[in-house]
Structure formats: C-alpha cells, structure tokens
C-alpha cells in the first residue's frame, strides 16, 4: 500500500524556509555579481529519435523561459545561454552528450532530458563529472534511488505521484473494477505497479492486466480478454498505435461500454479532433496541465501560454495543426526558474559552486504558484530531489479536453525511498 | 622490413600512439577516445565474421547486449564484483554465440542476414519481457562504487581510458595474431570461395563456428565493458541499430583489415559529433558521407590505403 508522507511538519518548515529564499535572490543578485559572462545551461535535447515531437516543444519552452529569465535581469544579474546538443533519445549518445557540456562547451549544468532511458543512460555520466543535471522527465528514476546526487527532477512530479493521485478520483467517480493495458515495457509496468497498489489503497481492484507488447500494430486480439465486470479500463498506450487503438477500442464496444480512463502521454502532440479519436468523446484523462485553456485559468498559466506561443487549443499560435506537449513542457519553464532560485540563493559564481548549487536546491521545498510556476504550487522534496504538485484530470467534451478535477498536492505524496543528501558528492 | 615486421610496427605503433594520447589528449576527447577504443573492439569482434569470414551479421548486437547484461545482472542482483562479472558477461556471449552459431550456419548469404536479425529481434525482445529483472528498455545505472576492478576506480577518467586501451589492444593484438596463423587463412579461404575450401579438406562449418564464437565472444567483451566502465546497461544496446553501427564501422573503416574496424569507429564517431553540432540532419551527412565512401573507397578507408599504397596492410 502506498503511504502518505507523515512528516508534514517538515513541509511546514520548509515553507519557512521557501519564503527565506524567495527573498534572497535580489540581496544575493546585486551582492555579489561579479561577471557578466553568461551561465552556460546544456539543454540535452531529444530533437531526433522516438522524443522528437517532444523536444521540439521542450525546445520551445525553454527558449521562451530564457527570453523572460533575461529579460527580467537574468540570474544573479548573468544572462542564461542555451548549448543545446540533440541526444538522437537514445542513452549511448545522452552520456556522450553530458560530457560534451562539461568538458567541450564548458557548461555550468545541464538540463533537458524527457526520455527515462535517457535519463538512466546519462545520469552516471552527470554523476561522475559532477554536473548538476535537471531532468524534465516524470520517470520514477529520480525518487526511486537508482540515480545519484547530482540528478535531480525539481519541474516536474514523477509517474508514481501521478498514477497513485488518479485512484482516488477513478474509485470515486468512475468505478472500483478496473482492467488496465499498458505497453509490455518499464513505462507501461510503473503504471501497472502503482496504480495496482493506489486502487486497491481505494478499495478497488484491477481485474486484469493486458500488457501490449511494444511491436504490436493492431490490438483487436487483446480486447476480449477484458472481463465483462469491468467498470473502469485504464489504457495508457504510447507511441504511434494510439490511434489504431482507440478505433479498435471503438469497434469492439460500440455504444455501450464501460468508462474510459488514459494517460494524455499518448495523445500528446496528437490533435484531440485527429479521425478515429471520435470515440474518446467522454472519456477522461490525466493531464500535467490543461491542454485547452480553461475558463478557470490563471493569469500566471495565461502568460505562461502566451510565452510559449501556444493557442487555448494548445496548439503553436503560427500553425494550429502544430499541437503542443503541454501537458509535459511547462517542466522546462519551471526547471529553469528553479535553477534560476538555486543559484541565486547559492551565489554561483561558476562550476566551483555546482555543490552548493545542489544543496541549495535540496534546502528548497515549498515553491507557490507564480510565474515561475504557471502549472500550480509545488512542494519539492529535498531528500529525493523530486518535486510533487497538483495533478489534472479532464473530459473530452466536443473534442477538447474540459478540466474535471484537480488533485491536491497531499494526494501524490508518497513514502521515501531514499535520501540523497546522506550520499556524498 | 618485411611484411610481417610492418604488421607487427603498426600494431604496436596504433597501441603505443593510444596509450600516449591518454596523456596528451583534452577532457572531451579523452572521454570520447575511451568509448571509441571499447566501440572499435565491437567493431573488431564483428570483423572476424565478416571481414574475414564473409559473413554479414546483421544481430551483432544480442551478443554486445548478452555480455552487457550477462556483467549488468550478475553485478545487480548477485553481487559479483566487476572483475568476475566482466568475464560472465564474455561467458554469457560466447554461449548465445554458439547458440546461434549452430542454427544460424545452417543458412548461407541473405538467409544468415535474416536469421542473424531475427535472433537479434528476438533477444531484444526477451530483454524487454524480463522487464523486472532486466528493467527493459529504460535499463538500470551501476553505481560508481560498484564498478571496482582491484581498487582501481573504473569511473575514473583516466583509469577507464587505460581499461578501454587494455582492452582494444588485447583484441586488437589476438585478432591480428589470428590472422596470421593457419586458422585465418582459412577464414579468408572460405570467403573467397567455400567450395574450394572444403575440397581441400577443411572442415568448413567447425571453422565458421569457431568464427561465430570468437567474434561474438569480442563483441560480448566490448558490451561487457561498455556497461563498466560507463556504468548504464539497457536494452538500447539490443536494438537493431546497435547491430548496423559496427557493420558501418567496419565498411567504413575497411573490412577484411586489422585497423579498418578503429578507424571506421572514430571516423563514425567524430563525424556524428561534429555534425550534430550544424544540423538536426546529422544523419543525412553521415548517409552522405556512407555514399561517397562506397562510391570512391568501396573497400573502406584501410583497405583503400591498402590497395593503393600499402599492400601489406594486414
């Protein structure tokens, strides 16, 4: 079973702790500015490869994010600069890629990486140069331990937070029986884990598993072993099938079938009104951040759409069959700020300050929603180096996406499985 | 000098320059000369089958992923320590080798491409079914501390240098040493033509399978390594990319040569990284330049040199 975070005093220092900083960064900024040379951020960029549509609008928020950074004095009064190398999403060359920024480009950090393979791949090589290396990815790598003190994933909640926040909702709202397909590789098995203990934590239950192994192109076989009890199916079907797969979702339950629960991971980038995605009418998903601008919306999520250049469909404000990754992205933006915070509460000065630039980040916990955090507030735990925040749950309606319900952050809390600041550096 | 002098002076000279550029060479490169010493053993185990052999391999990489993750998991969930699992995971390959050796040789020329590729498929497929254990296709990160051979620190910059350069010229030296015996000649003879050999009385299978052996044992040490000394094993390594990689290096660089399969690494290498840094298209100029070499050096940088100025090139 999944356990809630008990220490919440420490939540409650860390809020202290969290004004202290938001106050420092213009005492240190004029304090202690000594060079204007730029800081160095090396963006590992998925530009080629299986994350491409990805880092394509990873690329874009990044750039806007720096343009306002800049525009705003920059950090510590330095401007940033972006040495972005494309990692083709693939782990050998992540590595390579890393070194290229330390010892080639002389960067001060790197930052970027969506892909957990990549992540994986690259974070010993972040370990062993001592690089400060930011992921954007929502894997479980980061909290899970298997990483290192120099990885971090402050912008962005992890896959175990996300799918342990949707129970609750799923058993409240659309059913206790769920049947879950998944892809048959480690993305699709941290779903099946996590959201298997977070319903049963509900009182639910998963009465089967359909694991799709990753070459399959059609999926009309797997269908009929979904029991005829089920209330709930849970798909979270990445990669270029999606649309396959909900037309054949489609034609083997017709009208009546039970309710539909997915992961937007598999419709990122895909236009909600594509052919074949009809039958998604009033089915639910989670999504990062709303993709369709809500009428709820923030003025801080309205400037941070605008920045980015993206339409309240969530597409490219230049060409609206360019459909954004928002529900991923904001992550680049609020990495950035974080870093930004980091630094400026660290006083760095160059790559002699990169382990006061980690520390400085792990004193952080509490980071309210601003400008710097257009997706919601967020509590980032020091100990695990992952952030955690709210979670959105929304209904295609008319073939967008209506937000339905926001979890609160205390529902994607969940134990500790490891403390990096007991590790050396 | 003769021609087994000059064979002799241009190994030694290619590991003698290696083992100087430890010293000499900047950060970035150093780091890249590491990686490219364990890629061009890669590259040499694959030379043995087809450089010498003449047979195309297109499922190299099972046998640089077994002896990664033959290393990988022994390390992970038995505790082995990296000494011991570096010759588990050789072990792990040289067995799938002859696995394979034994159905795949029962094929000859595109069949043998075929069968080799399925087997591959197959085996990246396995890694991602044992996903619990194996992690799939995000893998798993040994940590620094684990990755000790003796007290020595293979995380170390320069200690993992002289590990890659130990290893490249263990290969390097064997191959060549191998090509110089009775048993290479062989292999050439049943490349250039199978049928005359076995009339001569050469048992041409046990020869091939010795070749499928030796090359994936190579490839699995190269893998093995790969997963040490930088300290991530993932089904990436099983993909079918990772068994095109060393037939480029190796067409690159020149088949059938002793130094074709370094060159072709380094060139690959370097022409990846410094056109990534113009263009997103960096593959496009690496196909380009893929193009040109078939149509101006069909037989690859060193066999090119080779054929025109050197013929005593091993």
């Known amino acids: 079973m999944l356990k809630k975070i008990t220490d919440r005093r420490t939540l409650l220092k860390g809020a202290a702790a969290g004004g202290l900083l938001a106050a420092t960064p213009l005492a240190s900024r004029f304090a202690s500015a000594q060079s204007d040379a730029p800081i160095k951020i090396g963006f590992q960029q998925h530009s080629t490869g299986i994350g491409a549509a990805y880092g394509r609008w990873y690329g874009r928020t990044t750039e806007a994010a720096v343009k ?30 890393l070194e290229k920024f330390a010892n080639q480009h002389s960067c001060d950090i790197a930052f970027g990486t969506l892909f957990s393979h990549v992540v994986y791949g690259s974070a010993p090589a972040a370990g062993e140069l001592k690089l400060p290396y930011f992921v954007v990815s929502e894997g479980h790598h980061v909290a899970s331990g298997a990483l290192n003190r120099w990885t971090m994933q402050p912008g962005i909640t992890d896959v175990k937070s996300q799918v342990a926040a949707m129970a609750p909702f799923v058993s409240k709202n659309l059913g206790k029986k769920v049947t879950m397909i998944f892809p048959d590789f480690a993305f699709g098995h941290d ?48 990669g270029p099938g999606v649309l396959t797969f909900v037309k054949e979702l489609g034609e083997f339950f017709g009208p009546s079938r039970p309710e539909i629960f997915g992961f937007i991971d ?82 760095y000065q160059g790559p002699q300050d990169r382990q006061k630039l980690i520390e400085a980040i792990e004193s952080m916990s509490i980071m309210p929603e601003s400008a710097a955090h257009p997706q919601g507030a967020k509590v980032f735990n020091g100990r695990t180096h992952q952030t955690f925040g709210h979670q959105y749950i929304s209904k295609v309606e008319n073939s967008k996406l209506v937000l339905a319900h926001a979890t609160s952050i205390a529902d994607t809390f969940y134990e500790d499985e490891v403390d990096y600041t007991k590790m050396s550096f | 000098m003769s021609a087994a002098q000059k064979s002799l002076a241009l190994h030694l000279g290619l590991i003698g320059g290696l083992f100087a550029l430890a010293f000499i060479l900047p950060t970035y490169h150093h780091g890249n000369f590491a990686r490219i010493m364990v890629l061009a053993t890669y590259a040499i185990g694959y030379n043995v089958l087809f450089g010498y052999t003449g047979l195309l391999s297109l499922g190299h990489a099972m046998f640089f992923a077994a002896g990664m993750y033959g290393m990988g998991l022994a390390m992970q969930y038995g505790g082995v320590p990296a000494l011991p699992a570096l010759f588990l995971g050789i ?31 197959t085996g990246f497929l396995t890694i991602l079914y044992f996903g619990e254990w194996t992690r799939g296709d995000e893998g798993f990160v040994l940590q620094q501390k684990v990755r000790q051979i003796a007290g020595l620190d293979l995380s170390d910059p320069m200690t993992r240098y002289l590990a890659a350069w130990v290893l490249f010229s263990v290969a390097l030296l064997a191959t060549a040493r191998m090509m110089h015996v009775a048993f290479g000649g062989v292999l ?13 009385g050469y048992n041409v299978f046990a020869h091939k399978f010795a070749a ?21 094993v993932g089904a990436t390594f099983a993909s079918v990319q ?49 193009v040109l070499l078939t149509l101006f050096a069909r037989a690859g940088i060193a066999g090119e040199i080779k054929r025109r100025w050197a013929p005593w090139l091993p």
Not at chain 1, 68 to 84: D, F, H, M, Q
Request: aromatic share 10%.
């Open chain 2, 91 to 121: 072990i792990a390959a040289t067995i799938l080798a002859a696995v394979v050796a034994v159905l795949a040789l029962r094929t000859i020329g595109v069949a043998f491409m075929i069968v080799t590729l399925m087997f591959a498929q």
């Open chain 1, 191 to 238: 779903h099946r884990d996590f959201f298997t203990a977070a319903i049963e934590a509900q009182g639910g239950e998963v009465l089967e598993h359909i694991a799709i192994p990753p070459t399959e192109t059609s999926f009309t076989k797997y269908f009929p072993k979904i029991p005829r009890q089920t209330e709930v199916i849970y798909h979270v079907m990445v």
């Open chain 2, 188 to 200: 050439v003879a049943i490349r250039e033509n199978e049928e005359r050999t076995r009339m001569l």
């Open chain 1, 68 to 97: 306002k950074i800049n525009g705003e004095g920059g950090i510590n009064g330095r401007p940033i600069e972006i040495v972005a190398e494309d990692d083709g999403t693939d782990p050998k060359r992540g590595a390579e890629v």
């Open chain 2, 212 to 232: 499928v052996v030796i090359s994936g044992a190579i490839a699995g040490a190269a893998g093995a390594a790969y997963g040490l000394l930088f300290g991530y």
């Open chain 1, 266 to 347: 598999s419709l990122e980038a895909v236009d909600m009104s594509s052919p074949g995605l009809e039958y998604l009418e009033g089915t639910y998903f989670w999504e990062g951040m709303p993709r369709y601008a809500q009428a709820s919306q923030s003025a801080h999520e309205k400037a941070y759409r605008t920045a980015v250049g993206v339409d309240d469909n969530g597409a490219s404000l230049s060409d609206s069959k360019d459909v954004s990754t928002y529900a991923h992205m904001f992550g680049c933006w609020e990495t950035l700020h974080t870093i930004k915070a980091g630094m400026e509460y660290a006083d």
């Open chain 2, 242 to 290: 990772y068994s095109i990689f060393p037939l480029l290096w190796v067409l690159l660089g020149g088949a059938g040569t002793t130094i074709g399969p370094f060159i072709g690494a380094l060139f690959m290498f370097y022409l990846i990284d410094y056109s990534s840094g113009l263009t997103s298209a960096y593959m496009l100029i690496a196909g380009v330049a893929l």
